[in-house]
């Protein structure tokens, strides 16, 4: 058994299924397509209708509402734990004909943690981007950033909610300027 067919057979062994008309795999298989590639209702009708299913975009919304949320939950409560050491940077890029910000963290294997856009790069920013990256993936032993003072700033407001909860063990901040190069130059 593949690791795909594993992770589905888990998935369909722990969300409920009772009451559906329809069998686990077409429902897993609708939502999915919607959520992955984001294909209209309409269109996803069509799809599942080709694989000889027959349904309605209405359906099709209500498996979404009611199982693409119990199966986010699901995955994000058997994530693995992520690298304690990440790599953060945020550069200027242009989105639908706007410059923004765009924050990123990876950690040490590469791998994103997390990102985020943002029309400012301040202390705020930095540090709405910490707490968000680590709400998804837990607290970080060390962060390796650049110069910035905004990223060290919103760092040394973690480090403050740290100290206000009683850590002992805050987040190790080092501001070295070419060991953050792994995550502007990804293909290394």
């Known amino acids: 058994m593949d690791t795909l067919s594993k992770a589905k057979f ?22 999915y397509f919607y959520v992955r590639f984001g294909v209209p209702y309409r269109d996803l009708e069509e799809i599942i209708a080709e694989r000889g299913v027959a349904g309605d975009h209405a359906t099709l919304n209500h498996w979404v509402e009611k199982y693409a949320g119990v199966i986010a ?7 693995r734990p992520t690298c304690r050491s990440w790599r953060m940077d945020e550069t200027y890029i242009k989105v639908k004909g706007k410059w ?3 924050y990123r963290a990876i950690n040490k294997r590469g791998q994103t ?8 790069r301040d202390e705020a ?3 709405a981007f910490f707490a968000k990256t680590i709400a998804s993936n837990g607290w970080p032993d ?3 950033i650049d110069k910035s003072g905004s990223n060290a700033a919103g760092l040394f407001n973690m480090n403050c909610l740290l100290v206000m909860q009683g850590w002992c063990q805050l987040i190790k901040v080092l ?4 060991l953050n190069n792994i995550i502007e130059h990804p293909s290394r």
């Open 10 to 31: 888990r998935i369909e062994t722990l969300i409920s299924f009772k009451g559906a008309h329809y069998p686990k795999s077409v429902i897993l298989f609708a939502v």
């Open 73 to 79: 939950d699901e995955a994000h409560r058997r994530k």
């Open 100 to 102: 923004t910000y765009l």
């Open 113 to 120: 943690l997390d990102f985020t856009l943002s029309e400012r």
């Open 125 to 127: 920013a930095a540090t």
């Open 142 to 144: 060390k962060v390796v």
């Open 175 to 178: 501001q070295v300027k070419y």
